[in-house]
C-alpha cells in the first residue's frame, strides 16, 4: 500500500484530528459512556464520515450496557480484600472465602469479560458508529479503523506515578490478597476448618500482623480510576 501522500501531509492530518477532537471536547457534552455527549459525539462521526471522508453508509446503533461495572469490580474486590483482613483475626475460614470471592469476580469480570456484577451498576444506552467504505478497484485487503467516542477511563495513580508505579501498586495488592489466602489455607492444615479466633501467641496471627502493611495499598485502590472527559484537559 502506498502511504507516501499520507506521510507528506502528516502535519496536516494531525492538524485536521486535533481540531476535531477539540470541537467535540469543547461543544458537546460530557461523553461518559452511554450519555447524552457520548451520542451526540456519534451523531456528529457518523456526519463527518459520510461528507468528509466520502463512505457510503454509517449508522450509528445502539445497545443496552453496565458502564460502571467494567472496573467497578475493583471496588468489590478491594472491599472484600480488606474485610477478609479484619476477619481473619476472628475467624480464617470466612477471611478465605472473602479473598476468595474477591479474586473469583476480578477474573470473571476483568479476565474472561463476563457480566459477573453488571447488575449492581445503572443500566445505559449505549451508541456506536459503523461505517463502510468501498474499495474502488479490485478488492485485495479490508481495513479496519476503530476508537471510542466515548470518555475514557482514567488511571490517576498511573499519571502520578508513571506505569511502575501504577503495576506496582497493583501487584502489591495481588500479593497483599492471595497473602492472607496462603497463610488462611495454613491455618486451616494447622488447625483445621473451623470458627475460631487466631491465638494471639501463633506464629500465624504475628503473619497476619505483618500483613497489615498492605492495607494503605488496597484502600489507595479506591482512587486508582476515574471516568473523565478528556474535554476537561483540552479546556
Not at 484530528?17 to 458537546?28: A, G, S, V, Y
Amino acid at each position: 500500500m502506498e502511504l507516501k501522500h499520507i506521510i507528506d501531509k502528516k502535519d496536516e492530518y494531525a492538524q485536521y484530528m486535533l481540531d476535531e477532537i477539540t470541537h467535540i471536547c469543547k461543544n458537546m457534552d460530557k461523553r461518559d459512556p452511554g450519555s447524552k455527549g457520548e451520542k451526540q459525539a456519534c451523531e456528529y462521526m457518523a456526519d463527518v464520515l459520510k461528507k468528509d471522508c466520502g463512505c457510503e453508509r454509517a449508522d450509528v446503533e445502539s445497545f443496552k450496557e453496565n458502564p460502571g461495572s467494567f472496573f467497578g469490580w475493583i471496588y468489590f474486590t478491594i472491599t472484600f480484600a480488606l474485610a477478609a483482613i479484619v476477619l481473619f483475626f476472628f475467624c480464617p475460614l470466612i477471611s478465605a472465602i472473602l479473598i476468595v470471592a474477591g479474586l473469583v469476580i476480578a477474573f470473571m469480570q476483568f479476565g474472561l469479560y463476563k457480566k459477573f456484577v453488571d447488575r449492581f451498576f445503572p443500566e445505559k444506552t449505549g451508541h456506536n458508529v459503523t461505517a463502510v467504505k468501498k474499495c474502488t478497484g479490485e478488492v485485495k485487503r479490508r481495513i479496519f479503523f476503530n476508537g471510542h467516542p466515548d470518555a475514557a477511563w482514567e488511571w490517576p495513580v498511573n499519571y502520578k506515578l508513571g506505569g511502575v508505579g501504577f503495576e506496582g501498586h497493583a501487584i502489591i495488592c495481588g500479593i497483599g490478597a492471595v497473602y492472607y489466602l496462603v497463610i488462611s489455607i495454613m491455618y486451616f492444615v494447622k488447625y483445621g476448618i473451623g470458627f475460631a479466633v487466631v491465638d494471639t501467641s501463633s506464629t500465624l496471627f504475628k503473619m497476619a500482623l505483618w500483613g497489615l502493611i498492605f492495607v494503605p495499598f488496597l484502600i489507595g485502590l479506591y482512587w486508582m480510576m476515574s471516568l473523565i472527559n478528556i474535554c476537561r484537559v483540552l479546556r
